[in-house]
């Protein structure tokens, strides 16, 4: 009966290592696919930039909202301005936003 006992326990272990696991993989490949360009952050294949301050603070990849020129996180509330000549990304107003609330 011990026997079994342990061998449940080392199946339980083996499942939750192996989740850990793959999702690690998905994490890398994730990483790996996300390149910074223009003070922003732009998955392969999509136009949208994701929010720099929501990547490397809290590794979270939030696509910026409120059109191309003067879009804004709507995680943390942080509003950016796209400069015309050059399609960089820069910090205009905002932020912390919504994050704050996320500590009460």
Known sequence: MELREAALGLQEENLALRKQV???EMEI?????????KK????????????PTC????NLLV???????????THCG???????Q?????????????QKSKSK
């Open 22 to 24: 793959r999702e690690l």
């Open 78 to 84: 942080i509003h950016f301005y796209r400069v015309p």
């Open 40 to 51: 922003a952050y732009f998955a392969e294949g999509d136009p949208v930039p994701f929010c």
């Open 86 to 98: 050059t399609g960089e990304i820069v910090w205009l107003s905002g932020g912390p936003g919504k």
């Open 55 to 58: 990547y490397e603070v809290d």
């Open 63 to 73: 696509h910026l909202s409120g059109g191309a020129e003067y879009p804004y996180c």
């Open 29 to 37: 490949n994730r990483r790996k696919a996300v390149r910074f360009e």
